[in-house]
């Protein structure tokens, strides 16, 4: 999978799961479920 590199040099996976509209139970699950399918870039930024 492509990487972007970030400002401080790291680097994360182009790709991700946005979790900003998710709430409680729902927001765990699809976390959960993201991870176990091999992402690794967890967007949980608010609005």
Do not use: C, Y
Not at 8 to 37: D, F, H, M, Y
């Amino acid at each position: 999978m492509r990487q972007i590199e970030l400002n401080n040099k790291q680097t994360i996976p182009q790709i991700g799961v946005g979790t900003w509209t998710l709430r409680g139970e729902t927001a765990s699950q699809n976390v959960r479920l993201a991870l176990e399918a091999g992402f690794r870039h967890i967007d949980t930024a608010g609005i």
